[in-house]
């Protein structure tokens, strides 16, 4: 059995402000309406997936993407059995999120929003393939094995890039 993983960027986030956290910045207005069609889109491609985890950066604008993607899943037929925010997204640690992602089932579907450069370092590392990911983008890889082996190379599904807001 295959896992497929849905990397996520965040949609478009309001810029950094002096005296605000970068973990507190949330997208810009209109951003999560923006990513709906995207998603709704890109989510009616997971033929053979009933269920997934979503997880998200604790980063606001990963939470409030991830928000806009739970009901794409719902909407094509996608339960959701577990949500969850990730530090190691927000951190950019890839070590712990392949551990967290070895620690799921060989069939899972896993959603994960986060960030860049770590979206699209991942993206290389589990199918040795370079995207551009613009905020709100999407990428579909199915994956054979321990997600931790780095001789294991998954295989692109499909992407779909983000809205792109002014």
Same mark, same amino acid.
């Given at each position: 059995m295959a896992r497929?993983?849905?990397?996520?960027?965040? *949609?478009?986030?309001?810029?950094?402000?002096?005296?605000?956290?970068?973990?507190?910045?949330?997208?810009v207005p209109g951003a999560a309406e923006a990513l709906a069609p995207t998603f709704r889109h890109a989510m009616?491609?997971?033929?053979?997936?009933?269920?997934?985890?979503?997880?998200?950066?604790?980063?606001?604008?990963?939470k409030q993407t991830s928000a806009a993607l739970a009901p794409a899943l719902v909407g094509n037929g996608i339960q959701i059995v577990e949500t969850r925010?990730?530090?190691c997204?927000?951190?950019?640690?890839?070590?712990?999120f392949l551990d967290e992602l070895a620690a799921t089932p060989d069939d899972a579907c896993v959603?994960?929003? *986060?960030?860049?450069?770590f979206m699209d370092e991942l993206l290389t590392r589990l199918c040795?393939?370079?995207?551009?990911?613009?905020? *709100?983008?999407i990428a579909a890889v199915e994956l054979n094995g321990d997600p931790r082996d780095p001789s294991i190379s998954g295989t692109l599904l499909w992407y779909?890039?983000?809205?792109?807001?002014s």
């Open positions: 497929t993983i849905i990397l996520v960027r965040h *949609g478009k986030a309001k810029k950094a402000q002096l005296g605000t956290d970068d973990i507190d910045r949330p997208l009616a491609q997971l033929h053979s997936a009933r269920q997934a985890h979503l997880w998200a950066s604790p980063a606001l604008r990963a925010n990730l530090p997204l927000f951190e950019q640690d890839q070590a712990t959603a994960a929003v *986060g960030h860049i450069p040795d393939c370079q995207i551009d990911f613009a905020p *709100g983008s779909a890039r983000g809205p792109k807001l």
